[in-house]
């Protein structure tokens, strides 16, 4: 056979979800060919902030064979905290955001203690997690929509490079580039790869899956907490039981990394794959919008993208294991396998 | 040496009794939640009634048919997902397709004008459709279930809402009915007993029944004890997925309907709350994950607890708003104390 | 130069079974020292002791006067041992120099430096005169190639010890050539080279030396040029049976035709053919991954059948899954009798009843009672040791474990025409055995047909009243127990 890059593999999913994006940018406009204005650009950017920001929580957890499902609910937590503290102590909303991330870390590493330590399914524990998580946030707003005013922070949200990009898509294209260069580039990162690609050879060559993996729950809650601050200035406010609870963007983010190629499984993927994933399922939903079409069509439409990308993952685990003398999983069909409970 | 067939010792003499079934039960995971059970309604009894004032009762009839009522939704639930987790599935989407089935009902009732029970037939046989579907996905394209019935999960909201469109052709989040027949039928009591709840009470003691003590229950225990196995004894597997998945949905529809006759409205995502009580019930009860084991008498005292819980913080002057988180983190710690339990038996139960 | 390696009075037992008994040899650099020996010799367990997985329960291993004391399969690799198995560790998504290097990546404080792990992985490519490029991912490159990876992580390791176990049963012969050349070259670079097959050509194209060991003990040390063939295999069985065999009350009259097979071909087996008669018990000798436990499985319908003719009972018969066999009559004991034949957390009860619920119930409901009286049977019959119909599975040994599942099929409920055992002994200690041998009798004392299909050699030609023996997914000869020698059949296992 003959070489082929990685890089150009990976490439390639990049490039067929860009095709796809430009496939569904050009119906839309075909549709309704008054909605590239700037207003919508700017909107949709905003949207892709904070379902893109998810991947470096979700994706790198996914890589290293593990799933996080509580992202959501924590981001919703985090802008409670942030806006209820930033409200009522009146401390710089930069030393209040400090504290409500910490928080974020915390819940990740007491997600990584079910998970890891005591080896429960990971699936299971971040979903009773998340209405842990929800809950308390509802809890402490009583479903009360809690305005921020915070204006030095709010604004940076209404601030466009270009006119057409949002401040904070810039803060989040470079945090998918940090985190990018991470997983690609260091030793760490490529560790968090190998521990989902192979636990055996993993432990075999040093590695420490057990560390590897609390380290990435730490950086999930974390990162979710971020994106929970960001979107409180995008609406200035908190809001328990909003549109972030809502619309999962955790869950988009896990889908758009098995669309972008990382693998359910554990073990490979990138995040310039997952990106791509994140700008066609973003614009799909704000082009569902555009028609018309109320935002739970997404889910459906994000359901059988799900569907297809399993799928086409799923082929390729089988190949994989067959190519390394393994019979394929057994108990792929009608059992629950859940890959999120990956042995440490 | 010599010929080695059959014996004369000692253990012959022995009819190699099954243990008592006192015992049998005793080491169910049923059996601590009812002593939980018992504990909380003496916390309860008495706890309001210092904390609050002499009106906040908890100790009486009324409580506890309010609890059979409210878990009734959830019961049907969990007795669908319980089957299916006790063979080695499982089904996340059985929230979303209640929803869809109370949807179905609201907008026939009310939009189209179908008559009720049209309408009821409508909502079933669609559930049953989507369990179908869960159940192709998953046993011809071999998936994973738990991501089938998750994606499943995302795309019937889709489907609830656009059956929910009103005369303009807006999208309604949520649908107000009324329906006198289907509002007798949900709220109908016998004395303080809700019917419906009785239902419930009666399909678990159904369903358990044929778990525990039929050939079919047994094979259910099998096949998720070791699916190979249970195929190398000619057990076939891949019907009986198909019925699970069809059961699960169909009595998630008819969870969906029961709650929106009660509710006197129906949403695409109404019932994911209590889809996951549901799964955290049987999980408390000691159906785990990978199959083989549990039962729904443990479900159902885990749905139990989770109400009792509920309904005596709530008269306690709690805020509503706990009782979700709670029930989250008493699996949780649940889990972990499992854990730690059989570990030193060695016998993990990694959910 | 002059590394040693030295395994001194290595002993280790699991329950029931003594792997490995007082076992001492000692390999030298620039020798390739062959490990032969049947299955269940002991060579798996002496290579998980090697690579750490195991600690033995006597005796020590020895690297150059020093005593290893393995925590963990990691810490074997940084002490200078590799094992390179037949399953591939590797991290298929990644690198071929990823994989060379995980856990060793070169780095600046962190960041890969990825032209050094580049022109390094290069520089080991280079000198074994490879094709592979380093940036491929192990995932795209042919199965030689990928071992060819494994070869260059434990160089990379600098490995003083290098052990391979069965390399070459996926390699064309080329790839086969290429191998050889780089284990001689690991040779003529002073590392210790061990090398497990059972493939004699093999054996005497690249060893120096042979050690065979024979039921966890070790046998004889010789060199590879100076021993014929024979004399190998010699070694490797002729043991002293003792009386076990000789006392077995054996059925001597056959009855009809059961089962006839004619060229049955699967994904794993070509062109099988045979006949079995009632009362007569077949056995299946041959190597592990020789075919035998597929052509069981195709008999019972559990693997798809390509090609070929069955004929149960006169009738053509064409089994699409276990049940199909199973409604005639067929029972199948599998070779891995925890991952495919027990349902471990449930009781005898439940597994001794799995087949025959339809029967035991009546109205859907489990006649509890027949259900109980039909364990208790089996456990009488079988002299099963637990005190309950109750007990779970999993905590009986693996004799009652087994009988548990003889149990399932020779019941009230069931009858059994044609009954298969694969591997029944596997793991079971020795009075045990000898109850199961007098079972099989007692079957084709009942006028079943009997499929016994075994790893040791002794077991199948003293029980079966036939042997066929296969090779490489076909049937290489059929011989009868009179004329069966250990020699022979193992002859016909491992030549071409």
Known sequence: MNVSRSRMFLRSKVFQLLVLSAIVFAITTLISPGWVNPHNIRRLMDNMVITG???TAVAPLLMSGVIDFSGSSMAVLSQVIFVMLFEATGLPWGLVALIAIICGGVIGLINAF???????????????????????????????????????????????????????????AILIIIYSWILMKTTFGRSVIMCGGNQTAARLAGLNPKRIRTILFINSGMIASIAGILHSAQTRSANASGGLGMNMPHMTAFIASIL?????????????????????????????????????????LNGILLLVAMTIDQVAMSMRMKKLGLKSHGSGGGGAVMPGTAKT | MGKVSGNLTASSTNNYAKVHPLKRAMRTKAFPLLVLFALMVIFFSIFPQIHVGPHAIFLRARTFWRIL???????????????????????????????????????????????????????????????????????????????????????????????SRNEIGTFMGQINFRNSTLEAIGRHRIGEANTAALVVLALFVIYGVILARTKFGRTLYLMGGNRAAARLVGINEKRISYFLYINCAVLAGLAGLLNATRV???????????????????????????????????????????????????????????????????????????????????????? | MGQFLEFRNISKSFPGVKALDDVSFRAESGRILALLGENGAGKSTLLKIMSGDYIPDEGSVVLNDEVMNF????????????????????????????????????????????????????????????????????????????????????????????????????????????????????????????????????????????????????????????????????????????????????????????????????????????TLRQGEVLGFAGLVGSGRTEVARAIFGADP??????????????????????DKGIALCPEDRKEQGLVLHRSIEDNVCMPVLDKLAKFFFLNVKKCHKLTVDAIKKYDIKTPTVDKMVVELSGGNQQKVILGRWTSEAFNSKLIILDEPTKGIDVKTKAEIYQMVCDFAKQGMAVIFISSELTEVINVADSIAVMNNGRIAGVVDRKDATEESVLALAMLH
Request: proline share 3%; hydrophobic share 50%; net charge negative.
């Open chain 1, 53 to 55: 920001i998810f991947l």
């Open chain 1, 114 to 172: 079910f998970v890891v330590k005591l080896n429960l399914m990971a699936f299971i524990v971040t979903m009773a997690m998340a209405t842990v998580l929800a809950g308390i946030a509802s809890w402490l707003t009583r479903n009360v929509i809690t305005p921020l005013n915070a204006t030095s922070f709010t604004d940076l949200s209404t601030i466009w490079v270009f006119d057409i990009i949002p401040v904070f898509f810039i803060f989040f």
């Open chain 1, 260 to 300: 972008g190629g990382v693998s359910f499984f554990g073990g490979s993927g990138a995040l310039a794959g997952a990106f791509m994933g994140v700008v066609l399922i973003e614009l799909l939903a704000y082009a569902l919008l555009v028609m018309g079409l109320p935002a739970a069509v997404t889910g459906l």
């Open chain 2, 69 to 163: 009522e409210a878990l009734s939704v959830t019961g049907l639930l969990t007795i669908g997902a319980g089957m299916l987790i006790v063979s080695g599935g499982i089904d996340l989407s059985n929230g979303s397709v209640g929803s869809l089935a109370g949807v179905i009902l609201a907008t026939g009732v009310s939009a189209n004008g179908w008559p009720w029970w049209v309408a009821v037939i409508v909502a079933v046989l669609a559930s049953g459709i989507v369990g179908f579907l869960n159940a192709v996905i998953i046993n011809e394209l071999k998936l994973p279930a738990f991501v089938v019935t998750l994606a499943m999960a995302a795309a019937i909201p889709a489907v609830s809402l656009f059956m």
């Open chain 2, 264 to 351: 006197g409205l129906a949403g695409a995502q109404v019932l994911v709350g209590e889809q996951f009580t549901g799964i955290t019930a049987a999980i408390l009860g000691g159906i785990s994950f990978g199959g083989g084991s549990g039962g729904l008498g443990g479900a159902f005292m885990g749905i139990v607890v989770i109400r009792t819980f509920a309904q005596g913080t709530a008269i306690s002057g709690a805020s509503p708003y706990l009782t979700a988180p709670a029930s989250g983190a008493l699996l949780l710690l649940a889990l972990a104390f499992d854990y730690f339990n059989t570990s030193r038996t060695n016998k993990r139960l990694t959910v």
């Open chain 3, 71 to 274: 925590v963990s399969p990691h810490d074997a690799i940084v002490k200078g041992i590799s094992v390179i198995y037949q399953e591939r560790q590797l991290m298929m998504a990644l690198s071929v120099m990823e994989n060379v290097f995980a856990g060793d990546l070169p780095n600046h404080n962190g960041v890969v430096d990825k032209a050094k792990l580049k022109a390094e992985t290069k520089a080991l490519i280079d000198k074994f005169g490879l094709a592979i490029q380093p940036e491929t991912p192990v995932m795209l490159l042919p199965v030689a190639h990928q071992q060819m990876v494994e070869i260059m992580k434990a160089y990379r390791r600098n490995s003083k010890v290098i052990a391979f176990d069965e390399p070459t049963a996926p390699l064309t012969d080329t790839e086969i050539t290429v191998l050889f050349d780089l284990i001689r070259q690991l040779k003529e670079d002073g590392k210790i080279v061990i090398y497990v097959s059972h493939r004699m050509k093999e054996i005497y194209d690249i060893t120096d030396d042979v050690i065979v060991l024979k039921d966890g003990k070790f046998v004889s040390n010789m060199v590879t040029q100076d021993t014929v063939e024979g004399d190998l295999i010699k070694a490797m069985v002729g043991r002293d049976i003792g009386d076990t065999y000789a006392n077995l009350d054996r059925n001597d009259t056959y009855g009809d035709v059961v089962l006839e097979v004619k060229n049955l071909t699967t994904n794993a087996i070509s062109d099988v053919s045979f």
């Open chain 3, 305 to 326: 059948i390509i090609s070929g003719a069955l004929k149960f009972e006169g009738e053509d018969f064409l089994p699409k899954t276990p049940k199909d066999a199973i």
